[in-house]
T-cell receptor, first 117, second 115 residues
């Protein structure tokens, strides 16, 4: 079990450029989550997938953000026309589908830090 | 509705002294409760979890937390702080209901450990 993997770990880009982050969840986990964390704050929910279906999106996810999980395995988070306010750590987490035997524990990756100049 | 309140944004202790990080929650269901730790520029690591079994939960690195339903609290403790404990700590509540799990993070408590 290699855990949740995210890349790139760091991305520096100029305002207006597009960036894409990738997340590989734990293989048997069918739920995948994206969170955004700014300095000094806790993680804020962005969106989540159950298999390939995107089931919920936060109001934080503007039209410039899009997430996909085409085959129900890895996921990508793309930010178009980046703005300085997009600078943050983007965290991916995965877990098993909810059920009475499931504790709801999230398994996090190391995150992808975005700096927009 | 769920909510999580971490009562202190910063806690400073001396090495070797006890640690107490406070967390209160509200939940409409029987929640699972977690503490995660985050070191600088790292992802979140699970310290411990409460899932309706024993109310006193032991975690990694000597941390413990006690679930007190009457007080709706889940405070994190450690008898003796170590320099390596300096990090950000998040209290998390997760409810399972008909819509699946809903997870809410507290705002975090930064722990400083002085030599």
């Amino acid at each position: 079990d290699t855990g949740v993997s995210q890349n790139p770990r760091h991305k520096i880009t100029k305002r207006g450029q597009n960036v894409t982050f990738r997340c590989d969840p734990i293989s048997e986990h069918n739920r995948l989550y994206w969170y955004r964390q700014t300095l000094g704050q806790g993680p804020e929910f962005l969106t989540y997938f159950q298999n390939e279906a995107q089931l919920e999106k936060s109001r934080l996810l503007s039209d410039r953000f899009s997430a996909e999980r085409p085959k129900g395995s890895f996921s990508t988070l793309e930010i178009q026309r980046t703005e300085q306010g997009d600078s943050a750590m983007y965290l991916c987490a995965s877990r098993l589908r909810g059920g009475r035997a499931n504790t709801g524990e999230l398994f996090f990756g190391e995150g992808s830090r975005l700096t927009v100049l | 509705a769920q909510s999580v309140t971490q009562l202190d944004s910063h806690v400073s202790v001396s090495e070797g002294t006890p640690v107490l990080l406070r967390c209160n929650y509200s939940s409409s269901y029987s929640p699972s409760l977690f503490w995660y730790v985050q070191h600088p520029n790292k992802g979140l690591q699970l310290l411990l979890k409460y899932t309706s079994a024993a109310t006193l939960v032991k975690g990694i690195n000597g941390f413990e937390a006690e679930f007190k339903k009457s007080e709706t609290s889940f405070h994190l403790t450690k008898p003796s702080a170590h320099m390596s404990d300096a990090a950000e700590y998040f209290c998390v509540v997760s409810d399972f209901n008909t819509g699946g799990f809903k997870t809410i993070f507290g705002a975090g408590t930064r722990l400083f450990v002085k030599a």
